[in-house]
Every structure is written in structure tokens, then in C-alpha cells.
């Protein structure tokens, strides 16, 4: 396969990881620093510790991503290479679900004393978000394993 048939989700995947290096090391750092409310400041610094924590998995998912489209670069899409690679994505996935989960708690004290409701719908947003990503990475997984399964059968055929 030619190597610019990727290209687009290659530059997809560095426009993605971008902002979310620029926020974790510029936003949340003055975030830190200056909270909209000094009174309730203490309650910030967990759920942004679990922001800053939720970055590493985040950009090993998109590492993975990466080199998954090197696999189908090199024609070895139906490997057991990118089993792995659907596997760790979907580890990955489930840790940001989980770490947003954790942080849920913290997002619901600063909503009760900002008294903004909409501020607990918007916590769940990336423990589900991260949870569709993780069922999608299985299905995928679970999908070419069968895919190699069959094109080992019909290798052994012919």
C-alpha cells in the first residue's frame, strides 16, 4: 500500500495530540494557578492532578494509533501486531474512563458549591466517550482476529 494513503490520519493523529500537549502544559498549569474561584481551589487540584494523569494513556492510545497505521503502510494490517495495538488502545481507553470516573466525585463538590448542574453532565462526558472508544477498539480487535484466523485458513488451503 502506498505510504500516502495514510497520510491524512498520520496528520489527524499529530493535530489531535497537539492541543492536548499545549493544554497540559500551558491551560491547566495556570488553571492551577488561578482558579475562577479562590474559595473552592482546593477541590480543583484533584480533578486537574487526574486531568494531568489522563494525558499519558491518552497520547500511548494515540502512539498506538500511529503505529497501527505504519502496519497498514507495510501491508501487515491482518497481523497480530495490530491485535496489540487494538489491545493497548483499548487499555488505554479504559484507563481514561477510569481516571474520569475517579475525578467525577470532585466534579459534582465543585458543581453543588458553583450550584451548575450542567457541570456534571459535561465530568461524564469523557468517561463515556472513552468507554464507546474502548467497545469500538474490541469489536475491531475481536473482528481481525477472526480476519487472520481466516486468512491463515486460506493459506493453508492454497
Given at each position: ?16 495530540a497537539?492541543?492536548v500537549?499545549?493544554?497540559g ?38 502512539y ?8 497498514i ?30 475525578i467525577?466525585?470532585?466534579?459534582f463538590?465543585v ?13 461524564m ?28 485458513e ?5
Amino acid at each position: 500500500m502506498k505510504r500516502g494513503s495514510t497520510l491524512f490520519l498520520r496528520m489527524a493523529v499529530i493535530l489531535i495530540a497537539a492541543p492536548v500537549l499545549a493544554m497540559g502544559i500551558f491551560g491547566l498549569f495556570w488553571l492551577s494557578k488561578n482558579p475562577a474561584n479562590p474559595d473552592y481551589a482546593h477541590i480543583l487540584y484533584p480533578i486537574v492532578i487526574g486531568m494531568y494523569v489522563s494525558v499519558i494513556p491518552f497520547l500511548a492510545a494515540l502512539y498506538q494509533a500511529f503505529k497501527l497505521l505504519s502496519y497498514i503502510d507495510k501491508n501487515q494490517a491482518f497481523s497480530d501486531l495490530s491485535v496489540q495495538a487494538l489491545k493497548r488502545i483499548k487499555y488505554c481507553a479504559i484507563a481514561i474512563s477510569g481516571l474520569y470516573v475517579v475525578i467525577l466525585p470532585f466534579v459534582f463538590l465543585v458543581a453543588e458549591l458553583d450550584d451548575a448542574p450542567g457541570l456534571i453532565i459535561i465530568g461524564m462526558v469523557p468517561v463515556f466517550a472513552s468507554l464507546v472508544i474502548a467497545v469500538f477498539a474490541a469489536v475491531l480487535q475481536m473482528l481481525l482476529n477472526e480476519a487472520i484466523e481466516i486468512k491463515s485458513e486460506n493459506d493453508l488451503i492454497v
